[in-house]
């Protein structure tokens, strides 16, 4: 037989994006070619998020709108992965009847023989087991003809148990890979064009330490920094209470380093910290934004911030309101607290109406556009180096691409400059993106 062809929907973070590449790799090595046409799909695949309410929500939105595919195509399967598949198992079944496959996060790389179980026999599967390694960690994800930025997954799970998130339960323990994989996926992803790779994890800077013999994040940074090819290094996400004076210290002496961190908060106030089980007080969390200003003056600082966590007074809020006014994020993810199944906040007292959770919201996204948008039009006048990535999405005469500090910049330019690096002038700041004029010189 020829080629079916694989629909995938991603929900959530850019570990849910690179499973999904992932997912892609692996079945194409049963003959399945992706399509952005679900109706043309032969598998359809949702990759879920369970981290709040509203993305689980969508998820199940989603799966409602394409399950319909079935009554015109009964050999279509469909599969419901990730997070949220992890959360709920044979749930997912008993909530919506046609699905075929349900799929954790640690069984990925199960995918292929799933599917040509499915095909065989149509009957259900759910698999949600956790395993000692995680087999899809290290499937090689080969770049789009043309693209120079990849991910590449360093580590997969927390230990940590935040009161409010769902992430240890459904991504297990913390584990790493070798550095010596992930230096040899770099490699391979330089040779084939590939300019700037950013590390994934939940919390990258407690990298290494179930590995025997024991590694660190530093160590890992410094050898990828030594990459052939390889011209910009990001990562993310880092827990503020394992960023080390040595990590802080790689954004002055290592040049592939990118200036920007995404470093999250969640509250600006010591008590409601403590209640999240976030293992840092207010103060020392500023401490390190300091450092981070000292030793590297131009970087930019992105953060996430929950309100309406329970317990959180008036003051509590605006105790994160000082904070944000302070420090002056470049950009934040706000979220309303959203109670998740099986964690510790559950149980707390104190519980902040909705309509005060959306009030505190709006004036908090309120704050954070103003200084988001002073920080952009500061940026006027200044030449920014760019990684070009393609075009833009405003207009198809025109390029994008990113600055170090993680700013999106359009300008006009030829095709022939997506890869390389250049300089362009900034002359307007906007809300969510930087325009310029390119140097040529």
Known sequence: MGHRYLYIETFGCQMNVHDSEQMA?????????????????????????????????????????????????????????????????????????????????????????????????RKKITQIGFSSKIESLGVFVSPQAGSISSFVSIMQGCDNYCAYCVVPYLRGPEMSRTPEDVITEIKKLAVCGVREVTLLGQNVNSYGKNLQPKSDFVTLIKKINEIEGIERIRFTTSNPKDLSADLIDCFRELAKLCEHIHLPMQSGSGRVLKLMNRGYSASEYFEKIDRLRSVCPEISITSDIIVGFPGETQKDYQETIDMMEKIRFDSVFSFKYSDRRGTAALDLPGRVPEAEKTKRLKELQALQDRHTQEKNTALEGSVQEVLVEGRSRNSAQDLTGRTRSWRIVNFKGDMGLIGRKVSVKITRGYLHSLWGKMITD
């Open 25 to 121: 790799v692996l079945l194409k090595d049963i003959d399945y070619e992706q399509t952005e046409d679900s109706a043309k799909a032969d598998l359809i695949l949702i990759n879920t998020c369970s981290i709040r309410e509203k993305a689980e929500q969508k998820a199940f939105s989603e799966l409602g709108r394409l399950i319909k595919l079935k009554e015109k195509n009964p050999e279509l399967i469909v599969g419901f992965l990730g997070c949220l598949a992890q959360h709920l198992g044979r749930g997912v079944h008993k909530r919506v009847q046609n699905v075929d496959l349900v799929v954790g996060t640690h069984n990925i790389h199960r995918l292929p023989e799933m599917v040509k179980s499915i095909q065989k026999d």
